[in-house]
């Protein structure tokens, strides 16, 4: 799960396989994961880093034509390690048909115990900050909870490249699921975090590269923060739940976007609720003013 289309259109990746040379010690090939889909736009991107450690960000899910494309881009090379940016099952489920198709395999990624048990690998955990060897370089996990509790994105120092996962979308908005542990205070400060690295370009499991970081991630606290002005406004003429404030907040949503609108609305929500800001009475909720 990755992604809402509430605010607009998920970006189209152009052809199946793109090659980015961010510099001469990583070499990240691109390689789709055949899964378009509602949830997930055009399908996963998934990152194989060839080198001395060859090793493949996120599993995709399992599809025979993304097993041939990672067989292909090793070029005879064996996989030595995945690493799963969150258990979401488009970014995780793969690990099953990978582990078959290239024995010997690696699997790593950030516990998220009652999600990882459902894609049965040899999970090894991997913690926030740790250095693991890829391709001919290293990569700095950066844990960036908010879409998911298990997020991760790993950073490539020396070229400033950050494999991004799910935090972030180029023409779209990332969801943030509170049934899933979802959560916006997380997400705004995992954002900010990402910041803090100044990357030069974000390569994402969804939608086009972005080479212009700074502006994505402003872009998306300045939408979050305006969301938010929408919800105060809405309740400060009365109390309502959040499917009363979906329609006013999202207006002609189709509706099949209902739940991701309503779950973003409750996002918004909890975290005014834990900034003392709204407080709620069973499903209604109102606003605390100062
Ligand atoms: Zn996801």
Known sequence: MALASVDCAVG???????????????NPISLHAFNPGPMTGAGNWTWLIPGRVPTLIDAGTGD??????????????????VLVTHAHVDHASGVVALA???PG???????????????????EPIVDGQIIDAGDGELRAVHTPGHAPDHLCFWHEESRTLFSGDLAVKGTTVYIPPNLRGDLVDYLASLERVRALAPARLLPGHGPIIDDPETVLLGYLEHRREREEQIVNALRSGE??????VPLIYRGLKESLLQVARETVLAHLLKLEREGRAARRDDWWHIIEP
């Open 105 to 123: 395999a690696h699997f790593l990624k950030m516990p998220w115990s009652e999600r990882d048990s459902r894609w049965p690998a040899a999970w």
């Open 12 to 26: 189209q990746p152009d052809g199946a396989s793109r090659g980015v040379n961010p510099s001469s010690t990583l």
């Open 100 to 102: 078959e198709r290239f």
């Open 64 to 81: 025979p034509r993304h097993l041939d494309a990672v067989s292909e881009a090793l070029a005879g090379a064996r996989l030595a390690q």
């Open 240 to 245: 309502a739940t959040p499917d009363a404030l």
